[in-house]
Protein backbone atom coordinates (compact mmCIF):
# COMPACT_ATOMS: atom_id res chain seq x y z
CA UNK A 1 0.00 0.00 0.00
CA UNK A 2 2.78 2.22 1.18
CA UNK A 3 4.80 1.96 -2.64
CA UNK A 4 1.04 2.44 -4.24
CA UNK A 5 0.84 5.59 -2.25
CA UNK A 6 4.38 6.54 -3.25
CA UNK A 7 4.07 6.31 -7.05
CA UNK A 8 0.76 8.34 -6.94
CA UNK A 9 2.49 10.86 -4.92
CA UNK A 10 5.71 10.55 -7.84
CA UNK A 11 3.07 10.63 -10.52
CA UNK A 12 2.21 14.08 -9.33
CA UNK A 13 5.72 15.45 -8.57
CA UNK A 14 6.46 13.87 -12.06
CA UNK A 15 4.14 16.18 -13.56
CA UNK A 16 4.41 18.65 -11.67
CA UNK A 17 8.95 18.88 -11.86
CA UNK A 18 10.02 16.44 -14.59
CA UNK A 19 10.93 18.49 -17.56
CA UNK A 20 13.40 17.64 -20.51
CA UNK A 21 16.38 19.53 -21.46
CA UNK A 22 18.68 19.65 -23.99
CA UNK A 23 22.27 17.33 -23.54
CA UNK A 24 24.60 15.33 -25.37
CA UNK A 25 24.33 11.26 -26.18
CA UNK A 26 27.60 9.11 -27.46
CA UNK A 27 26.09 7.45 -30.13
CA UNK A 28 28.39 4.79 -31.99
CA UNK A 29 31.22 6.73 -30.34
CA UNK A 30 29.79 10.10 -31.83
CA UNK A 31 28.58 12.73 -29.32
CA UNK A 32 25.21 14.40 -30.52
CA UNK A 33 22.69 16.68 -29.16
CA UNK A 34 19.87 14.97 -28.01
CA UNK A 35 17.04 15.68 -25.84
CA UNK A 36 16.82 13.58 -22.52
CA UNK A 37 14.57 13.61 -19.22
CA UNK A 38 15.87 12.27 -15.64
CA UNK A 39 12.99 9.42 -14.15
CA UNK A 40 12.96 8.09 -10.81
CA UNK A 41 12.69 4.67 -12.43
CA UNK A 42 14.66 1.83 -12.97
CA UNK A 43 16.29 0.86 -16.55
CA UNK A 44 13.61 -1.51 -16.97
CA UNK A 45 10.64 0.27 -16.21
CA UNK A 46 11.45 2.89 -17.93
CA UNK A 47 12.01 0.59 -21.28
CA UNK A 48 8.87 -0.84 -20.74
CA UNK A 49 6.96 2.39 -20.27
CA UNK A 50 8.78 3.62 -23.25
CA UNK A 51 7.72 0.53 -25.52
CA UNK A 52 4.22 0.85 -24.33
CA UNK A 53 3.76 4.35 -24.86
CA UNK A 54 5.04 3.72 -28.69
CA UNK A 55 3.13 1.13 -29.25
CA UNK A 56 0.16 2.90 -29.00
CA UNK A 57 1.53 6.53 -30.43
CA UNK A 58 3.18 4.91 -33.15
CA UNK A 59 2.46 1.18 -33.64
CA UNK A 60 5.02 -1.33 -34.84
CA UNK A 61 8.09 -2.90 -32.92
CA UNK A 62 11.29 -0.53 -32.78
CA UNK A 63 14.59 -2.02 -34.47
CA UNK A 64 17.33 -2.07 -31.12
CA UNK A 65 20.79 -2.25 -31.16
CA UNK A 66 23.53 -1.58 -28.80
CA UNK A 67 20.96 -0.37 -26.19
CA UNK A 68 18.77 2.47 -28.87
CA UNK A 69 15.55 2.00 -30.14
CA UNK A 70 14.75 3.32 -33.27
CA UNK A 71 10.90 4.07 -34.31
CA UNK A 72 10.86 4.07 -37.76
CA UNK A 73 8.36 6.97 -39.82
CA UNK A 74 6.89 8.17 -36.89
CA UNK A 75 4.77 11.73 -36.47
CA UNK A 76 6.91 14.17 -34.27
CA UNK A 77 4.43 17.19 -33.26
CA UNK A 78 3.38 18.73 -36.35
CA UNK A 79 6.64 18.34 -38.51
CA UNK A 80 7.09 15.52 -40.74
CA UNK A 81 7.56 11.71 -40.26
CA UNK A 82 10.62 10.62 -38.46
CA UNK A 83 12.64 8.27 -37.01
CA UNK A 84 12.74 8.35 -32.97
CA UNK A 85 15.97 7.02 -31.55
CA UNK A 86 15.27 6.14 -27.65
CA UNK A 87 17.80 5.53 -25.25
CA UNK A 88 17.83 4.66 -21.88
CA UNK A 89 20.61 4.50 -19.22
CA UNK A 90 21.33 4.27 -15.28
CA UNK A 91 21.92 7.32 -13.65
CA UNK A 92 25.05 6.17 -11.89
CA UNK A 93 25.89 2.46 -10.40
CA UNK A 94 24.63 3.78 -6.98
CA UNK A 95 21.54 4.99 -8.11
CA UNK A 96 19.91 1.84 -9.82
CA UNK A 97 16.27 3.44 -9.44
CA UNK A 98 17.18 6.31 -11.48
CA UNK A 99 17.64 6.96 -15.14
CA UNK A 100 18.15 8.88 -17.81
CA UNK A 101 15.78 8.80 -21.04
CA UNK A 102 17.35 10.40 -24.16
CA UNK A 103 15.82 11.43 -27.51
CA UNK A 104 17.10 12.12 -30.50
CA UNK A 105 14.94 13.01 -34.13
CA UNK A 106 16.55 12.05 -37.32
CA UNK A 107 15.46 12.27 -40.69
CA UNK A 108 13.92 8.91 -42.24
CA UNK A 109 16.47 6.30 -42.70
CA UNK A 110 19.41 8.81 -41.51
CA UNK A 111 22.24 7.31 -40.42
CA UNK A 112 23.32 8.78 -37.07
CA UNK A 113 26.91 7.84 -36.97
CA UNK A 114 27.22 10.71 -39.95
CA UNK A 115 25.27 13.15 -38.31
CA UNK A 116 27.51 16.60 -37.21
CA UNK A 117 27.90 16.81 -33.42
CA UNK A 118 25.97 20.00 -33.86
CA UNK A 119 23.01 19.27 -35.51
CA UNK A 120 19.71 20.24 -33.62
CA UNK A 121 17.32 18.48 -36.05
CA UNK A 122 13.97 17.95 -34.27
CA UNK A 123 15.35 18.53 -30.38
CA UNK A 124 12.12 20.55 -29.74
CA UNK A 125 9.75 18.14 -30.77
CA UNK A 126 11.54 15.63 -29.11
CA UNK A 127 11.32 17.60 -25.65
CA UNK A 128 7.84 17.90 -26.01
CA UNK A 129 7.48 14.31 -26.65
CA UNK A 130 9.58 13.09 -23.43
CA UNK A 131 7.18 15.82 -21.42
CA UNK A 132 4.45 14.06 -22.71
CA UNK A 133 6.15 11.02 -22.18
CA UNK A 134 6.86 11.37 -18.17
CA UNK A 135 3.86 10.90 -16.66
CA UNK A 136 2.77 7.79 -19.04
CA UNK A 137 6.49 6.28 -17.09
CA UNK A 138 4.66 7.19 -13.61
CA UNK A 139 1.61 5.68 -14.66
CA UNK A 140 3.22 2.52 -16.21
CA UNK A 141 5.31 2.20 -12.93
CA UNK A 142 1.84 2.59 -11.09
CA UNK A 143 0.12 -0.26 -12.86
CA UNK A 144 3.64 -2.60 -12.48
CA UNK A 145 2.78 -1.88 -8.98
CA UNK A 146 -0.30 -2.85 -8.38
CA UNK A 147 -0.57 -6.25 -10.58
CA UNK A 148 2.55 -7.25 -7.73
CA UNK A 149 1.07 -6.26 -4.99
CA UNK A 150 -2.26 -7.95 -6.38
CA UNK A 151 0.29 -11.16 -6.60
CA UNK A 152 1.25 -10.32 -2.92
CA UNK A 153 -2.58 -10.48 -1.97
CA UNK A 154 -3.10 -13.69 -4.31
CA UNK A 155 -0.07 -14.85 -2.44
CA UNK A 156 -0.92 -13.74 1.17
CA UNK A 157 -4.47 -15.27 0.38
CA UNK A 158 -3.21 -18.84 -0.72
CA UNK A 159 -0.90 -19.16 2.24
CA UNK A 160 -3.72 -18.06 4.61
CA UNK A 161 -6.15 -20.41 2.81
CA UNK A 162 -3.42 -23.22 3.07
CA UNK A 163 -2.73 -22.40 6.86
CA UNK A 164 -6.61 -22.85 7.30
CA UNK A 165 -6.15 -26.57 5.93
CA UNK A 166 -3.35 -27.41 7.84
CA UNK A 167 -5.62 -26.44 10.92
CA UNK A 168 -8.05 -28.50 9.89
CA UNK A 169 -5.59 -31.27 9.87
CA UNK A 170 -4.15 -30.60 12.71
CA UNK A 171 -7.39 -30.77 14.57
CA UNK A 172 -8.17 -33.73 13.53
CA UNK A 173 -4.77 -35.18 14.38
CA UNK A 174 -5.16 -33.39 18.04
CA UNK A 175 -8.44 -35.18 18.20
CA UNK A 176 -6.94 -38.57 17.41
CA UNK A 177 -4.15 -38.02 19.56
CA UNK A 178 -6.61 -37.32 22.40
CA UNK A 179 -8.76 -40.56 22.03
CA UNK A 180 -5.19 -42.36 21.35
CA UNK A 181 -4.21 -40.89 24.81
CA UNK A 182 -7.36 -41.66 26.45
CA UNK A 183 -7.11 -45.15 25.13
CA UNK A 184 -3.31 -45.37 26.60
CA UNK A 185 -4.88 -44.36 29.72
CA UNK A 186 -7.73 -46.87 29.78
CA UNK A 187 -5.07 -49.57 28.76
CA UNK A 188 -2.48 -48.81 31.69
CA UNK A 189 -5.15 -48.82 34.38
CA UNK A 190 -6.04 -52.20 32.74
CA UNK A 191 -2.58 -53.06 32.72
CA UNK A 192 -1.94 -52.05 36.24
CA UNK A 193 -4.72 -54.80 36.78
CA UNK A 194 -3.33 -57.22 35.16
CA UNK A 195 0.11 -57.08 37.03
CA UNK A 196 -1.77 -56.72 40.09
CA UNK A 197 -3.50 -60.15 39.21
CA UNK A 198 -0.42 -61.44 38.37
CA UNK A 199 1.87 -60.91 41.65
CA UNK A 200 -1.45 -62.09 43.52
CA UNK A 201 -1.15 -65.25 41.65
CA UNK A 202 2.48 -65.55 42.45
CA UNK A 203 2.34 -64.68 45.54
CA UNK A 204 -0.22 -67.87 45.96
CA UNK A 205 2.07 -69.91 44.11
CA UNK A 206 5.03 -69.08 46.37
CA UNK A 207 3.30 -69.68 49.18
CA UNK A 208 2.23 -73.07 48.09
CA UNK A 209 6.28 -73.79 48.00
CA UNK A 210 6.43 -72.76 51.66
CA UNK A 211 3.91 -75.20 53.01
Excluded at 56 to 79: H, I, Y
Excluded at 88 to 107: G, N, Q, V, W
Amino acid sequence: MFRILLALCMLIGVKASAQAYLTSYKYQKVMLQSAAIDMPYSEKIAEEAMLSFMQKRAGGKPAESKGVFVFRNTRLDQEENVDLHWAIERKSRREKDFCTIYLMAAKLNENMALRLPDEKFGLPGAQLLLNEFAPAVVAYALEVEIKNQQDNVAKANKRYASLQEDSVDLQKRKVALEDKIVTNSKDQEKQRADIQNQRLMLEALMQKRKS
